[in-house]
């Protein structure tokens, strides 16, 4: 079956550590998104991007990072500079073909311990 | 840049009831896709209805219907006999069409809590 794939679930990191996030597709889909969601916040645009080895900030980028070497890999790094961590993380992945539809991940909880 | 605003972040309804939650944006675009997606306790997001701005047909999906007012930039969804399984929250989002090539945010407002009531 065709879908979006984020692991793990949840994730323990340590106060100074950098932690990736996983996030695989097999829709064949162009464009990725990775969204930040905090309780009241709605979801926060972290990066995005449309092709490989190509990608651009969102709305807030600051102390994480992403690399997009296969169209359907778009990994994220919490980085230590991130400074408020603790959050559930949703990949999601759209074409330019199909009404533009976004397909999400099932999410990963990241909490810093 | 655009904007999506819901605003409001909790509502509650009664089951077979029917309930409208509200949702406007902001854009100097013509065309764009409106979408509305339910996250339930599961936390894992699902595509309710999407309408795009150039048809001026409201979309519906069985029970879930919008009402598009492009001019007043508004897009609010209507649920109608509304059962225990909508309880979720629901988030509008907003999104210039993607060319090839292209690439375009997807633009998400704070989401309505909506909880349907035996």
């Known amino acids: 079956d065709g879908g979006i794939t984020q692991s793990p679930k949840y994730l323990f990191r340590k106060e100074g550590q950098n932690v990736t996030l996983s996030c695989e597709q097999n829709?064949?889909?162009?464009?990725m998104y990775w969204y930040r969601q905090d309780p009241g916040q709605g979801l926060r645009l972290i990066y995005y991007s449309q092709i490989v080895n190509d990608f651009q900030k969102g709305d807030i980028a600051e102390g994480y990072s992403v690399s997009r070497e296969k169209k359907e890999s778009f990994p994220l790094t919490v980085t230590s500079a991130q400074k408020n961590p603790t959050a559930f993380y949703l990949c999601a992945s759209t074409s330019y073909t199909g009404g533009n539809e976004a397909f999400f991940g099932q999410g990963t909880r990241l909490t810093v311990v | 840049a655009q904007t999506v605003t819901q605003s409001q972040p909790e509502m509650s309804v009664q089951e077979a009831e029917t309930v409208t939650l509200s949702c406007t944006y902001d854009?100097?675009?013509?065309?764009?896709?409106l979408f509305w997606y339910k996250q339930p306790p599961s936390r894992q997001m699902i595509l309710v209805i999407r309408q795009e701005a150039y048809k001026q047909q409201n979309a519906t999906e069985n029970r879930f219907s919008v009402n598009f007012q492009k001019a007043a930039k508004s897009f609010s969804l209507k649920i109608s006999d509304s059962q225990l399984g909508d309880t979720a929250m629901y988030f509008c989002a907003f999104m210039k069409p993607i060319t090839q090539g292209g690439s375009e945010k997807l633009v998400f407002g704070k989401g309505t809590k909506l909880t349907v009531n035996p």
């Open positions: 829709l064949n889909h162009d464009a």
């Open positions: 854009t100097s675009e013509s065309n764009y896709y």
